[in-house]
């Protein structure tokens, strides 16, 4: 391992830890005789008055924002929150065959989707209305988001996972792998709004 690549994967291995790390564990990512202290000294000294700078607080190491920037930063929480199983049905139906009704959703489910479900899913921001169906009563139909997308790491719909190989690798039972692939066509039209504009 080169001088050059060893300093990019401690940049790497610190961006994304959850917690400060330690020299020894660092140490333990690299080789080629390089030492994780002068690797750390160097990525403070490129980091130096940025916005973003490499702190040692004990014998950790972390990125933190520049404290000089507080007063343009804006804290934000991000609050896990597991989605029941009907959510996770709700959502992959709406995922799969977009853009859908909830009558739609109850149908495949068999069993009726609660306005906490929807709720959720709009909470989340992985879902949302998008416009109504030509049908009697006009039910709101709905899609994903850009946000559901982005939070799986996917480019576009085309990039889930088909419904086949879903049931091969044990995520589906028989029963719901005779639920057809969403028309291509609807498909295409429940592209997320904000990818559309």
Not at 101 to 115: D, F, L, P, W, Y
């Amino acid at each position: 391992m080169n001088r050059e690549l060893a300093k990019r994967v401690v940049e790497a291995l610190l961006f994304a830890a959850e917690e400060p790390l330690d020299a020894p564990t660092i140490q333990a990512h690299l080789s080629g005789g390089l030492h994780a202290g002068e690797l750390l000294d160097e990525l403070t000294r490129d980091y130096a008055g940025g916005g973003v700078r490499l702190e040692r607080h004990g014998n950790r190491y972390a990125f933190r924002t520049a404290p000089d920037l507080a007063d343009h930063l804006q804290r934000e929480q991000v609050q896990s929150r597991r989605l029941s199983r009907a959510a996770l049905e709700t959502l992959a139906i709406i995922a799969y065959h977009q853009p859908v009704t909830r009558a739609e959703i109850e149908e495949m489910r068999g069993v009726s989707v609660s306005k906490g479900t929807l709720d959720l899913l709009l909470e989340t921001g992985w879902v949302q209305p998008k416009g109504r169906r030509e049908s009697p009563g006009r039910p709101v139909t709905w899609v994903t988001t850009v946000a559901f997308l982005d939070h799986l790491d996917l480019a576009s719909l085309d990039d889930l996972p088909r419904i086949d190989e879903l049931v091969q690798v044990g995520l589906l039972g028989p029963a719901l792998s005779a639920v057809p692939d969403a028309d291509p066509e609807e498909a295409s039209a429940g592209q997320p709004a904000d990818a559309e504009e």
